[in-house]
């Protein structure tokens, strides 16, 4: 098998046949190329693949995730680990990837001097007509600049980060370096180790049926996907500590200038922003290790429990600060918050989220040291 053509796939019944028609046509003669298409459906595109693959002339296999993980970069690598080739190229179901340009990027790829081959809607000649209005078009271009901003080694050579449409030496890529967690794999990919890049340019199509999953929520996840990609955990922990210190400082403002006792004030903005901080982090920063990690109740009585500890030590020397040091409850406040920030990280990652089962026997000290590294430091570009 020279070529896999890994398709993830959620709600895609009408574009199925289709898909494997054109295909087919593209690559038979040509190739042997198999397609596997990874779903994460919850309608009847799993029979309908089922239903084609009994009569195309291409083997056509499916992989059905009952409990997807990893969002579609996550079926992209499971596709990957699946594939009868090393050789394995990645594109939508809904056919805005016209399978006619698959035996070009095959060309360019089997010249042997590239780890991979990016199909560019603003490389060119390529076009993004089948982007549904200005607004995403604008949106995507925005986003594509921020990315490119944010990684100018890594994606120098790289017009579309953000393409679905792509083909891969998957024995390039460590699968233990990568942390899938929403749609754009190939930017995942691309931030994590130098590769050797090709482009060529395409023409973005309009769908061919059924709807968009484009929304706010896919934005988030790709907001949260770059921020975690370009500095780490630790970042995506400082923000969102960052945004419950703003709220706590914030509380404590509002509610002494209500006349509140500015130990009372302290409290309550604690409890808040404890509260708070559980909910994000759990969807936003650890949510990779929640599945080996103990119950969510027990979690959040960890966090919790921790973190009023930690106010009951903190707040003292707030009250203390303020009073011997002669400075403000808002400027105390955010002295000591900083200061927390960085031990709340570290219990968070090791104690919060720690795995159920304990690995290989070694050290304390050794597990605690390994453990911070790969917690703080998830690679980024350096």
Sequence with gaps: MLLSIV???????PNIAEL??????????????????????????PDVIREVAASASLPVRLIHRDRPVGGLGGAVMEGFAAAEADACL????????????????WHRYSRGDVDVVIASR???????????????????KASTAVTRAMFPI????????????????RRAIEPEQLRPRGFKILLEI????????????????????????????????????LTALRFGKMSLFAVIGGLGAIANVGIVWALTHWGVDYIVAAIIAAEVTIIGNFLLQERFVFQDMRESASGVWLRFAKSFT???????IRIPIVAMMVSTGHISAVVATAI????????????????????????????PARRFVEDLDREAMQPGEL
Excluded: W
Aim: hydrophobic share 45%; glycine share 6%.
């Design 122 to 140: 603003y490389a060119g000649g390529g076009t993004a007509g089948g982007l549904a209005d200005r607004t995403r078009v604008t949106v995507s």
């Design 7 to 13: 398709v993830p796939t959620y709600n895609e019944a």
């Design 190 to 225: 691309l931030a994590r180790r130098p590769m050797r890049i090709a482009e060529v340019p395409f023409d973005f199509a309009d769908r061919h049926a059924g709807e968009s999953k484009a929304s706010m929520r896919q934005g988030l996840h790709f907001l949260t996907q």
């Design 90 to 105: 990645v594109m939508d179901a809904d056919l805005q990837h016209p399978p006619e340009e698959i035996p070009e990027l």
């Design 20 to 45: 494997v028609r054109r295909i087919t046509a593209a690559v038979q003669n040509r190739l042997d190329a198999e397609i596997v298409f990874v779903d994460d459906s919850t309608d009847a595109t």
């Design 336 to 363: 000591t918050l900083v200061v927390a920030f960085f031990v709340r990280f570290l219990f968070h990652s090791l104690v919060v989220y720690a795995p159920r089962k304990a690995g290989a026997e070694v050290s």
């Design 154 to 169: 890594r994606l120098k050579d790289v017009s579309d980060p953000m393409t679905g449409f792509f083909l891969i030496d």
């Design 306 to 312: 921790f973190n009023n500890a930690e106010a009951v």
